[in-house]
């Protein structure tokens, strides 16, 4: 069963053979579904912080039903990697749906925290292996968040393994099977987006990594006005000759010994891509054509939403507003067939306006994930402290930088400042408006105490009005 629900999101849009659901399965479905509905009643409610009892309790009972699921599979011996209905979908979006959840209570470090971020990271390598344009540098912050996360599953694994010496465990921790296998498929995409470059030879490298970043230039100037991209493309297709005269009889040898350079396939095929994706670019006027304009603009809108959240999350955002995008941006990558858009008679859209498209929705997916890797371990009733913290630490950082000698009066509304934020602590710890202690302690105490050792230092050089 877990097998199932592992497979990527777009793969459960785009499965045209999806299994019925059995009667056995029936009040498994309609529990998931209830709370679903339930998740979706907390996420729209904002006028009160989430509160972890609610969401552990829902959490609680959605793996009581994912164990019922796996009894009724294994009884009825639909188990096997292939079997996928209704109920893995619906549970995929719950386990989504908490993963937001979890990382809005400040949660960051619970293993159910993680499995959205693992969701969007094989969006991102998918994308990355259908267009084959990415460098190390690109795969490198993945590389470090999954190294992360392997982290936190094998410490959860090894901490199960120890209670379960006393035998009272009837099943593994759904959350961990489930992680763990959304973890192994990431780093499996990995693994093979690191090989295609990996037989680069060190020689073809830099020339590599120019044409991706002048296949990007080229897919970016799509969004540009026809004119004035043109011009631009004509510096860009100099540069392409400039590389296409360093091929020896259509190959990249070696300076060394006039061998043929590894990594030819790639190389001279982006380079090949470039040319295309220049000619497209200098011939149309328009990169997409116009029933695909409402996909288009639809992505674009996306994409101005995400981007405002990015410059505005640290006061804006709850982690939970990001499950509308995924959902979105899930539905149009399940119009692609094969990795291509089609146009209105059915047939693939141009070379060019594939590009632009799909440079969208990667843009769309990549933002969804930076937001999510910038959500602080801080639950959202203590953001507002965690907030003020942060912008009095900044202020007093530039006081201590420009600022230059300071009287006891130039100081006194930092400390005022300060000395309010302390007050809000009952016996030392910062309490919601139920008087409960939220998550994130530990962050916003770091900044109180950088805080009051920046106030001491400037006051150690306060000058006499």
């Known amino acids: 069963m877990f097998s199932t629900i592992a497979a990527t999101p777009t793969q459960h849009c785009v499965l045209a053979t999806e299994c019925s659901v059995t009667d056995g399965e029936q009040p498994i479905l309609g529990m998931l579904i209830s709370i679903r509905n339930r998740l979706a009643a907390l996420k729209k409610d904002r006028g009160n912080y989430y509160r972890p009892n609610d969401i552990v309790g829902l959490y609680n009972e959605l793996l009581d039903q994912v164990k019922a699921l796996d009894r009724v599979r294994a009884k009825e011996h639909h188990d096997d990697d292939t079997y996928k209905n209704r ?12 993963s937001l959840f979890y990382l809005a209570l400040g949660k960051n470090k ?12 094989m969006q991102n390598f998918e994308l990355f292996n259908e267009t084959g344009i990415y ?12 190294a992360e996360i392997r982290q936190l599953v094998d410490a959860e694994v090894a901490k199960e393994d120890e209670d379960d010496q006393g035998g009272d465990y009837e099943f593994p921790k759904p959350e961990v099977l489930l992680v763990s296998r959304r973890l192994r498929q990431c780093e499996k995409e990995l693994g093979v987006l690191e090989e295609a470059t990996r037989i680069i030879c060190n020689e073809l490298m830099p020339i590599y990594e120019e044409l991706v970043s002048i296949r990007r230039r080229l897919t970016a100037l799509s969004f540009v006005e026809h004119d004035v991209a043109t011009a631009e493309a004509k510096e860009l ?81 709850r982690e939970t507003d990001l499950w509308s995008y995924q959902v979105q941006l899930q539905d149009i990558d399940a119009m692609r067939r094969n990795g291509q858009f089609k146009d209105a008679t059915g047939e693939p859209a141009p070379q060019q306006a594939q ?16 937001l999510l890797s910038s959500s602080e371990p801080v639950a959202e009733s203590l953001m507002p402290v965690h907030n003020q913290l942060r912008t009095l630490r900044r202020c007093l950082l530039e006081v201590k930088k420009y600022g230059g000698p300071l009287s006891a009066r130039d100081l006194y509304p930092y400390q005022m400042k300060l000395s ?18 939220p998550e994130g302690q530990g962050v916003v105490m770091s900044l109180l105490n950088e805080c009051y050792d920046l106030m001491y230092e400037l006051m150690a050089t306060e000058v006499d009005e």
């Open 87 to 98: 109920v893995d979908s619906v549970l995929d979006e719950c386990f989504q749906l908490f």
């Open 237 to 317: 297709q100099r540069r392409l000759i400039e590389i296409d005269d360093l091929r020896v009889n259509d190959r990249f040898v070696s300076a060394d010994d006039g061998t043929v350079a590894e990594g030819q396939t790639q190389v001279v095929g982006l380079l090949e891509e470039c040319f295309d994706c220049l000619h497209d670019l200098m011939a149309e006027g328009s990169a997409v054509s116009k029933d695909l304009m409402p996909l288009y603009d639809r992505l674009m809108e996306i994409r101005i939403q995400l981007e405002k959240l990015l410059l505005t999350s640290r006061w804006t955002l």
């Open 355 to 370: 590009a632009v498209l799909n440079f969208l929705l990667h843009k769309c997916y990549n933002l969804v994930y930076k």
């Open 110 to 121: 619970e293993i159910p925290a993680t499995y959205v971020q693992l969701v969007t990271i």
């Open 135 to 146: 460098t190390d540098a690109d795969l490198e912050p993945f590389q470090k968040r999954l």
């Open 420 to 437: 309010s934020i302390d007050n809000l602590r009952t016996d030392g710890k910062f309490l919601d408006d139920e008087g409960h202690i």
